[in-house]
């Protein structure tokens, strides 16, 4: 195996984001692109001699490809073992499980996460650390100072591994073992859960209805739901993963999980639907007619995980990204354990997993999870709402009406304004920052303003701060609205508006979140001019 140093020069733009590198797929594809971050993942992990790693992903388009360049780089700098999972599928939360309890030194997923695959749309390579979590703020760091000082980088010219069947091969002096990507991760969830109560609702005759989404959960969600569950075949949609994901966005939510919501909302729905995106870690919950949005989900979960082995000596504490709702502040507050606050991104939860100071958090973008692995996983949260329905002998429906009974309603939605204009986005908050401190007392839309700020985090474990984490407004009565950008789109910037408001009125249980927060909505406008600054008037996405 000849190992080649092929010269090459910087690429402007390898930040990684919230989660990873995300890019248009072509742009992965332009040369030295993908060689160029992979050799500056190498140099900021401190090189990967000796080194074994895990390998996997969602099985977008482009994939297979650059799982082979991946392992080719790995052989050349010489690395020991990479464990990847067949055909280099691999669900994110099952890649984090493998990195942990294979004691790897780390892993590399290709992931786009929910956005849409194909030739025209999205690629993502992200690196995991040995504690299965996504690479901290310094690593990240690390590898995007490299990526602006890159001369070269190493390969070796050597055959493709035949990655369709589970074995070990050799690539010069490294190995490389094929995995079947469900089994481990289906035991992890054995051990959980209790999947005797789980077969005994299923068999009595309680249905379900899983949306893979043409995604990576489609062979997961067959071989636990339908296979050791007892599940009706047919029970998981769109089971078989496709490099287009069957030309959908994998995004579990109301507006892209079409099919799940026609039956959900259908004259005879099944009793459970759950749906999961592109790479497996975020969930969608659903009962006969009822979307619970994550953030309750997250807070229902909290309430009750005790019913399930694996948290029945209760919770150390929880967290929640800031814009999720206070929903889990309320659960965490009458069972007196702490509720952290942190920045968005899966990646500011892993110290305080590690730390021992929580066991289950969630983030309003419906990924829910806890210290079993180190990402947030959406088979593990549809599992831990079964266990508790099938403790509770109660419905999803009846559940969360219970909760909202007990703790309070909290209104919430995200609005998305899509691809607006970056420049004019940086200007929107650069001006609403510059009045965040005259904001208190004012009035807009019939709500008192109470204090603004803008959110930083300290990390309570290593005691390093995220700062500029999102705008916040908090109104007298218990509103709020949260502004952000996101870290994860591929073109222009994306604006998000978190609302929250909070109802203790018991009558509040049906009604419309939307027509609820229309209020705080207009709110949100009148404070950042919105349309002034975006052009837009109505949001791209109410989720
Ligand atoms: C989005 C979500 C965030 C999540 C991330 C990765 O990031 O908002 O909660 O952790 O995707 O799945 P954003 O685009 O808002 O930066
Ligand atoms: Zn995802």
New binding site residues.
């Given amino acids: 195996m000849e190992i080649l140093t092929i010269d090459t020069k910087p690429i402007e733009g390898q930040k990684p984001?919230?989660?990873g590198l995300r890019k248009k797929t072509r742009t992965f594809m332009e040369p030295h692109y993908l060689e160029n971050f992979v050799e500056s993942i190498w140099t900021g992990i401190g090189g990967v001699t000796s080194k074994t790693l895990v390998l996997g992903g969602d099985g977008r388009y482009f994939s297979p490809e650059a799982a082979q360049v991946i392992l080719r780089m790995a052989a050349a700098s010489g690395a020991r073992r990479v464990i990847v999972g067949q055909n280099a599928l691999l669900s994110t939360p099952a890649a984090s499980n493998l990195i942990r309890t294979r004691a790897t030194d780390g892993g590399i997923i290709l992931s786009a996460?929910?956005n849409p695959g194909g030739i025209d749309e999205d690629f993502g390579v992200k690196f995991n650390n040995s504690n299965g979590g996504p690479a901290a703020e310094d690593v990240t760091g690390r590898i995007f100072e490299a990526t602006k000082s890159i001369a070269s980088y190493k390969i070796a010219e050597t055959q493709n591994v035949d990655l369709s069947q589970p074995g070990e091969y050799a690539m010069g002096d490294m190995v490389v073992e094929v995995v079947d990507p469900v089994e481990a991760y289906a035991q992890l969830m054995e051990k959980l859960f209790d999947f005797d109560a789980i077969r005994r609702l299923i068999s009595g005759g309680f249905t379900m209805r899983f949306d893979a989404m043409h995604a990576v959960t489609g062979p997961y969600a067959k071989a636990i739901l339908e296979g050791r569950l007892g599940a009706a075949p047919g029970s998981v949609l769109n089971a078989e993963p496709k490099p287009d994901f069957g030309g959908g966005h994998p995004d579990p939510n109301p507006i892209w999980a079409k099919e799940l919501m026609a039956a959900m909302n259908g004259d005879t729905p099944p009793d459970f639907g759950a749906a999961s995106d592109g790479d497996g870690?975020?969930n969608m919950i659903m009962g006969p007619g009822l979307y619970v949005t994550p953030s309750d989900s997250l807070a229902v979960l909290a309430a009750n995980a005790h019913l399930a082995p694996a948290y029945a000596k209760g919770l150390a504490g929880v967290a929640r990204?800031m814009?999720t709702s206070r929903a889990l502040d309320a659960v965490a507050a009458r069972k007196g354990i702490d509720c952290y606050e942190t920045p968005?991104?899966?990646k500011f939860f892993g110290n305080l997993l590690d730390d021992g100071r929580i066991t289950l958090c969630g983030?309003?973008?419906a990924?829910t999870g806890s210290d079993h692995v180190r990402e947030?996983d959406g088979l593990w949260a549809v599992l831990l709402w079964l266990n508790i329905l099938a403790e509770t002998g109660k419905g999803v429906v009846e559940l969360v009406h219970d909760h909202w009974a007990e703790y309070g309603r909290n209104f919430y939605t995200r609005h998305d304004f899509e691809g607006v204009d970056a420049d004019r986005a940086t200007e929107m908050f650069d001006d609403l920052r510059g009045r965040l401190d005259s904001l208190a007392g004012q009035e807009f839309c019939g709500r008192i303003v109470e204090r603004a700020d803008e959110f930083s985090y300290e990390d309570p474990v290593d005691g390093s701060v995220a700062r500029q984490q999102g705008l916040r407004v908090m109104f007298a009565g218990g509103g709020r609205v949260v502004y952000?950008?996101?870290?994860?789109?591929t073109v222009g910037a994306?604006l998000?508006v978190y609302l929250e408001d909070v109802s203790e009125d018991a009558t509040a249980q049906d009604r419309d979140a939307q027509e609820a927060l229309s209020d705080m909505a207009r709110a949100a406008e009148e404070i950042a001019r919105i349309e002034h600054y975006t052009g837009r008037t109505e949001p791209d996405v109410r989720a």
């Fill in positions: 984001g919230t989660s996460s929910h870690d975020r990204s814009p968005t991104g899966w983030e309003e973008s990924g947030k952000r950008l996101s870290g994860t789109g994306t998000r």
